[in-house]
DNA sequence: GTCTATAATGGGATAGAC
DNA sequence: GTCTATCCCATTATAGAC
């Protein structure tokens, strides 16, 4: 399929990538990378509520930059497949989702992050939704994401009086 | 697969079904079917909040008792594709959305049926949540969902419990 | 209904020429 | 780096005996 819609032949793509395996850890590589920096600036961040924050809006941004792509790579058996053989793949999500969840690791805090990485992923490319523009499914997304982790909803840079993550 | 978990050979598959397509078709008819009675009764319901109220437990409901298999038959690509070009399938699955959406059809109301959706079938089978029981995920993901739709947080009256959606 | 045997198709991968 | 040609192998499917 690759080499189809690049117009050259398999093999031309095998010049580049030894194995399939390869293609699908180059290109989780390089969406993973796009997290990094958020991921880590999060991680730093002693406000834990901010951190939260911060890092929630940049996954949904590369979700809807990536509208269309990011469900393949989160769904698709085969590729799953090959990026849970990957380590650093899962030391990667892990780190995410603890950046997600805070300190909380009950049983609601966790069900909230599955909840809320599906629900993202899945619905940039939802059929009721395709005729939603970016900004519009951004402000939208971010205060569902709100809603369901339980933040405050609106956020004001600084202080952060909001009530805690727990119900 | 089919073939070798039976102990039974392929050729034994293919008596009974012409084609992969037709198991596909076969085995989602069966698990939609088990939802029919309860779009029958959303849709003949007056109360249009009632209504959502007892679509989404049985949502749920099957969601969980299913839980393991949903979302390969929601997100494998060649099951996908099969689906869609059944027609019933995507009328059934547009009645389910129209009834959960209830008369709002805006672009917020949508994300919602979208997330939840999406968010339900695969939270059932997220590795953050796979040690915890039934009962507890039920009551959490109707909570999760009354929260993402909007509805009162406690419903009132009813025969509405932790009831398994049939067979 | 099940078996053995055998296509047919397509994805994943390699060899060697240019 | 790309090409043609080919290999390997799993999935999908059929034929015909029992």
């Given at each position: 399929?690759?080499?189809?819609?690049?117009?050259?032949?398999?093999?031309?793509?095998?010049?580049?990538?030894?194995?399939?395996?390869?293609?699908?850890?180059?290109?989780?590589?390089?969406?993973?990378?796009?997290?990094?920096?958020?991921?880590?600036?999060?991680?730093?961040?002693?406000?834990?509520?901010?951190?939260?924050?911060?890092?929630?809006?940049?996954?949904?941004?590369?979700?809807?930059?990536?509208?269309?792509t990011?469900s393949v790579l989160?769904f698709d058996?085969?590729?799953?497949?090959?990026?849970?053989?990957?380590?650093?793949?899962?030391?990667?999500?892990?780190?995410?989702?603890?950046?997600?969840?805070?300190?909380?690791?009950?049983?609601?805090?966790?069900?909230?992050?599955?909840?809320?990485?599906?629900?993202?992923?899945?619905?940039?490319?939802?059929?009721?939704?395709?005729?939603?523009?970016?900004?519009?499914?951004?402000?939208?997304?971010?205060?569902?994401?709100?809603?369901?982790?339980?933040?405050?909803?609106?956020?004001?840079?600084?202080?952060?009086?909001?009530?805690?993550?727990?119900?």
């Amino acid at each position: 399929m690759i080499a189809d819609a690049m117009g050259v032949t398999k093999a031309a793509v095998y010049r580049q990538f030894k194995t399939k395996e390869e293609i699908v850890i180059a290109i989780t590589e390089r969406e993973l990378g796009m997290l990094e920096d958020a991921l880590e600036a999060a991680e730093a961040e002693d406000d834990r509520l901010r951190a939260r924050e911060v890092l929630l809006n940049r996954v949904i941004d590369q979700a809807i930059a990536r509208r269309g792509t990011v469900s393949v790579l989160q769904f698709d058996p085969v590729i799953i497949r090959l990026q849970a053989q990957h380590k650093p793949f899962q030391r990667f999500i892990e780190r995410l989702f603890a950046a997600l969840l805070g300190t909380d690791t009950g049983v609601e805090a966790r069900l909230h992050a599955a909840m809320l990485s599906s629900a993202i992923s899945v619905a940039v490319m939802h059929p009721l939704i395709a005729d939603v523009d970016d900004d519009t499914l951004r402000s939208h997304l971010m205060h569902m994401a709100r809603r369901m982790l339980n933040l405050p909803t609106q956020v004001s840079a600084g202080t952060m009086g909001g009530r805690s993550a727990a119900v």
